[in-house]
């Protein structure tokens, strides 16, 4: 790669790292963008009080460029809360009963990415490579190629990609389809969402699917390819070998006076299926009346997206079926239960995992789930823990050798627990080694160079092939 690396993602992660709660994804492209001498662009996660911004706030840390931008409440209730996550995120998680589409939403979502592209454009250089992420960004490229920007450009989707009968669902769905194909390479996590993709292409769009993955559709030409995304395998397991004997690892052992940990870390959101985790726990404490006093389930589960009523319904729900499950099974000395919803640093949870007899991990549908993975490569080598992982989790496509349950089936997960629970080490440590020696070939530096070099192979559009519209003036939002 000749240029520089130019990230743009809805949130941008913090300028100071070293507070420990940049996410690992946050970590693996901030190493990128150090390397190619960067630019980080997207929304600073505050909302203007006045009118909207009319140009980024740039700030430079450690070779890093970091350009920000504030959102009016207005564009913030429409674009993030409305649009990205009341309407794509529960379509692609394949929730059409949450799924909420109104035009004005929709309307303002292409508004802020056009806006966005905007602002972008005057801190591009020709030679700049542009990595655009997830679902709040689709119309990102599209916007781009308007303003005659001829740079290369990917998009990576972090989230599933529904298959088209979900799909076809969103009533914008040709033209979300269209600006798609404004990118050069199109990139999923898994086999299963891009064969979604090319479904959509060849039976909705009448478009080709060639043999070496380029797509032809609305008169564009893209590569669509899985680049299944990784963890920083190595440091997670140094970190989680270092604090596995941390005084918080310690104590949080202590006070579990020998009892088997099994652990749950999410988002508080629907599509980890936490709901069914309880109910499948509840389901174990039933059928295997011996494990009863000698486990205990920690589900840390932070809330996300708190604006949103559905996320609101579903933190009521889980309190009162922790509450349920706790007062139907709990003894004077043992909770069965302990339901944390907070955040906590990278090193902590490291110890906690690794303090875990069982990582579960089991939602209804997700892009990849790096928790299942954090687990994994938490493990202590001569004693590890089991993973519990969803089949429809994209982890599952590679870590096969993990206890796959389908999250809706109760029984089958609680089943899973005691199969895991009384699983001889001998078969706990093969079926580790072959989980992890996948998660060292596909790490976080494997994914991102994968993905960086094959939009840099992209050919440079010189004119892009379609017309330039009209600039927006902001005042038209
Ligand atoms: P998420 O839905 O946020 O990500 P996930 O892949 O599990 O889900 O990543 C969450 C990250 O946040 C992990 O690194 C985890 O350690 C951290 N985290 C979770 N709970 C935490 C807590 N209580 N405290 C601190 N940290 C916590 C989206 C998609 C996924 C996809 C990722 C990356 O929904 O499917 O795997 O992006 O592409």
Redesign the pocket.
Same mark, same amino acid.
């Given at each position: 790669m000749t240029g520089r690396l130019i990230v743009v993602s809805n949130r941008v992660a913090p300028v100071d790292e070293s507070k420990g709660t940049a =996410? =690992? !994804?946050a970590i693996g492209m901030l190493a990128a963008l150090r390397a190619a001498g960067g630019l980080w662009f997207g929304w600073s996660g505050r909302i203007s009080t006045g009118a909207a911004a009319t140009s980024p706030s740039v700030v430079e840390h450690a070779g890093i460029t970091y350009a920000t931008m504030d959102l009016t409440p207005q564009d913030c209730a429409g674009y993030y809360n409305g649009h990205a996550n009341r309407t794509l995120w529960p379509l692609f998680h394949y929730r059409l009963h949450l799924t909420d589409y109104n035009r004005k939403d929709c309307a303002t979502y292409l508004n802020v990415n056009r806006w966005f592209a905007e602002k972008l454009a005057p801190l591009l250089r020709p030679t700049d490579l542009v990595w655009v992420n997830d679902y709040h960004l689709i119309p990102l490229g599209e916007a781009m190629r308007a303003r005659r920007l001829g740079n290369r450009i990917g998009f990576f989707l972090? %989230?599933p990609f529904p298959s088209p009968p979900v799909l076809t669902a969103l009533p914008n769905h040709a033209q979300m389809m269209r600006q798609l194909m404004a990118y050069d390479v199109i990139g999923f996590?898994t086999a299963v969402d891009l064969r979604a993709f090319r479904d959509y292409m060849r039976f909705e769009a009448d478009g080709t699917i060639h043999t070496d993955g380029r797509v032809t559709a609305y008169g564009r030409t893209a590569l669509a390819a899985a680049f299944p *995304?990784g963890i920083d395998t190595e440091d997670f397991a140094a970190l989680a070998a270092e604090t596995g004997d941390s005084p918080k690892t310690q104590r949080l052992r202590t006070s579990l006076l020998h009892r088997d940990l099994i652990i749950g /870390? $999410? #988002?508080l $959101?629907y599509s980890k299926g936490l709901v069914e985790r309880f109910c499948a726990y509840e389901r174990f404490l039933e059928l295997f009346q011996k494990r009863r006093s000698h486990v205990v389930l920690m589900q *840390?589960?932070?809330s996300s997206r708190a604006e949103v009523p559905e996320y609101q319904e579903i933190r009521r729900t889980l309190e009162r079926m922790a509450g349920h499950i706790n007062g139907r099974f709990a003894e004077p000395e043992w909770v069965p239960i302990r339901y944390l919803n #907070?955040?906590? %640093? #990278?090193r902590v !949870?490291a110890g906690y995992y690794r303090t875990a007899r069982i990582g579960l991990v089991t939602p209804l549908r997700? =892009?990849?789930? !790096? /928790?299942a993975k954090?687990y994994v490569a938490a493990q202590n080598p001569e004693d590890p823990g089991m993973l519990v992982l969803s089949q429809f989790a994209?982890a599952a496509q590679e870590l096969d050798s993990a206890l796959i349950v389908n999250p809706f089936d109760t029984e089958g997960v609680a089943e899973a627990i005691e199969q895991a629970l009384s699983m001889p080490l001998e078969e706990r440590k093969e079926r580790w080694e072959a989980m992890m020696d996948q998660l060292r070939r596909q790490d976080i530096t494997a994914w991102r160079e994968s993905f960086i070099a094959t939009v840099a192979a992209a050919p440079y559009r010189a004119e892009p092939s379609w017309p330039k519209k009209k600039p927006l003036a902001r005042s038209a939002f």
């Open positions: =996410g =690992g !994804l972090h %989230t996590q *995304i /870390v $999410d #988002r $959101d *840390i589960a932070p #907070r955040s906590f %640093t #990278r !949870l997700d =892009g990849m789930n !790096l /928790v954090e994209g």
